[in-house]
Structure formats: C-alpha cells, structure tokens
C-alpha cells in the first residue's frame, strides 16, 4: 500500500561511498546514489551551500534530492563536502578557500561523474554552490545549471558571461523572501545569461524550510521532464533517516 513520502522517507537506491581527488592534493569524500535497478537517464552534481555557516553534503534538500530523486526520477545524485567542511560523512581535506580553491572541488566532482559514465549531467548549487557552478562548473561535459538561492556574491560578470556563451540551460529558483537576493534583482542581474530563466517562489526563504518538495519539482521538470510532477506517495519500501544525525 503507498505510504506518504515524509522529510526522513529514504527511497530505495544503490548508495555508495565514494571519494574525490583534486589536483592540488586533497581528498573529498561524498555520496553516489543511483536507481536501484535500472540505470540513471540524467545526473545531479550538488553543491552545498557556504560551510562557514552550517553548509555541507547533508544540507537537507541536498539530502533529500539524493534520497528521493534516484527513485522517483532516474535520477543520480553526486554530492560531497567541500575543502574543510564536514558532515555525518566525514571531512573533506584542506580547508575553507572563500570560492577560490574550490575551483579544484567543483572540477574533481565533475571529472568523477565523467569517468563513471554518468549520463547528462547538470549542476545542482545551493547558496554558496552556486557561486562555484557560475564560476567553475561550465564545463564542456555539464548540460546546464540549477541555481537555489543564488546570492551572485563570489560570482563576477565574466562568470555570467561564460555562461551566456555556452548557450547552456541556466535556471535560478530565488525565494520571495531571500535574505541576499530577491526576485525583481535576480531577474536584473541573470539578463546576462540570455538563456537563463528566473523562477520567484512565493513565499519561499533562502533555506528552503518547508518548500523542498517544491524545488524537487522544479528540479525534475528541467532535468527529467517525465517525471515531473513528483509523487507525494511512494508503494514500495521506505527507510526512514535518524534526524538526529543532521
């Protein structure tokens, strides 16, 4: 009988501890999730939001992308803690870069979902990740960005514009209520990507508290569009997450 998908509901995958390396020495540990019985049709690469203020991996629509979306949407989900941040995972090497030496993290992120023949993969940034997906993430390999809060604070003009040349798919979900930047100024700001589109969520705050289940939507519509709508439901096994964890 289906049972209510819940904010601990952890839907059925193959997860896998996985490690990346970067170029300038530093080990970074992360997750893969997969469909658990059938191969993945796209791929998320998540980028947590600032850890000097809380941000890692485990970041709770981060997390729940990755335990809902491989099941839900085909979808695999590829997060990791940056330089010097830490979670339930563990740490990852080095220490805090202030958006400058993560440029090595976001390459190794994507360079591993290269290497494990992850299809169509697309970048998925949180407050903090989405200043490191508009400076570090067009890359020739990634189809396009999704952009949850984006606070435009590390990124530069020149970033927005290698974006704009791409010619690559850039979507901004930005809280009516954001704390950095809110819809109207989002708009002026993303005219520089000519194929960005700029999503106000009424309502909304920049942590996301009680609308994840709407920016997993928004997310699937873009990435795997025959999945979209979500289900609220899910008639099958469900584990659910100790939240004393997080």
Known sequence: MPQPIRAQSILPARREEIELHTADGLTLVGELALPADR??????????????????????????????????ADLAGLRFNTRGTSSGRGPGGGSFGAAVGERHDVVAAIEYAEFADLPGIWLLGWSF???????????????????????????????????DRSGKPVTALVPEFDDYLRPVEARQRFAAIGRAEVVGVAGARHLWVGDAETVLDEIVRRVNPSAYPLPAEWDGPIRRSDSSAY
């Open 39 to 72: 191969p993945p049709v796209a791929t998320l690469v998540c980028l947590h939001p600032l850890p000097t203020h809380g941000g890692m991996m485990d970041s709770h629509v981060l997390r729940k992308a990755a335990w809902r979306l491989p099941a839900l």
């Open 129 to 163: 990740g989405t200043d490191l997906a508009l400076r570090y993430g067009c890359e020739p390999d990634v189809v396009g960005a999704i952009l949850l809060s984006p606070p435009l604070r590390f990124s530069t003009v020149d970033d927005l514009a290698t974006w």
